[in-house]
């Protein structure tokens, strides 16, 4: 059973648009939510996190939005530049003993157009 | 930090063949994940150390999988009797005690032929 759901799988923006991808959990115990960014070849990198306890948290052009009564949470991209084209993946997590798993959404290709 | 590193970037065997990857996590991380990704998709958890204790395994770590970290630095995930559905790339992260951020290290891409 998939536990994050992300929405779209692959979207389309032109330079100096919004990028926004969607994600959807199920899990009410997740208490960490990472955004990753990652290029063909490499292993995804962090570019922000939320706590449910907070409804946004933004750094520089990235803002996570987070609503925990739905169990959505997105990432806004402002002013998307073609060297954001990547793949990005929502994450949720729960601290389980000691270890704190990452559960990863399926992922969205962003393509941005100069 | 000098970053998480992998080796072999890429590994290509036959069926039926045994593989090891390794890991080297950021000194001083105590902690350190695998997962495995397949194409198109999230990466998926398999296993959890902290410092040498493995802690956590994944129900998709089957008989054929074990991961060791012997000293507590760095890690070795063994595959044997290769299969071609353990095609994958294979990711390592490494954190810090007492937090969350999980840093990937390159990948091991594995094909089995």
């Known amino acids: 059973q998939q536990q994050v759901k992300q929405s779209p799988q692959s979207l389309i923006v032109q330079k100096g648009g919004i990028s926004i991808i969607n994600c959807a959990y199920e899990?009410?115990?997740?208490?960490?939510f990472p955004w990753y960014q990652q290029f063909p070849g490499k292993g995804p990198a962090l570019l922000i996190a939320?706590?449910?306890?907070?409804s946004e948290k933004k750094e520089g052009r990235f803002t996570i939005s987070f609503n925990k009564s739905a169990k959505q949470f997105s990432l806004h991209i402002m002013d998307s530049q073609p060297g954001d084209s990547a793949t990005y993946f929502c994450?949720?997590?729960?601290?389980?003993?000691?270890?704190?798993?990452?559960?990863f959404g399926s992922g969205t290709q962003l393509t941005v157009l100069p | 930090d000098t970053g998480v590193s992998q080796d072999p970037r890429h590994k290509i065997t036959k069926r039926g063949q045994n593989v090891t990857f390794r890991c080297d996590p950021i000194?001083?991380?105590?902690?350190l994940y695998w997962y495995r990704q397949t194409l198109g998709q999230g990466p998926e958890f398999l296993t959890y150390?902290?410092?040498?204790?493995?802690?956590?395994k994944s129900r998709l770590l089957s008989d054929r999988f074990s991961a060791e970290r012997p000293k507590g630095s760095f890690s070795t995930l063994e595959i044997q009797r290769t299969e071609q559905g353990d095609s994958a790339m294979y990711l390592c992260?490494?954190?810090?005690?007492?937090?969350?951020?999980?840093?990937f290290g390159p990948g091991t891409r594995l094909t089995v032929l």
């Open positions: 992260a490494s954190a810090r005690p007492s937090t969350d951020t999980q840093y």
């Open positions: 994450a949720a997590s729960t601290l389980s003993g000691s270890a704190r798993q990452l559960t």
């Open positions: 150390f902290q410092n040498e204790a493995q802690l956590e």
């Open positions: 899990n009410t115990a997740f208490d960490y």
């Open positions: 939320i706590r449910p306890d907070v």
């Open positions: 000194s001083e991380h105590n902690r």
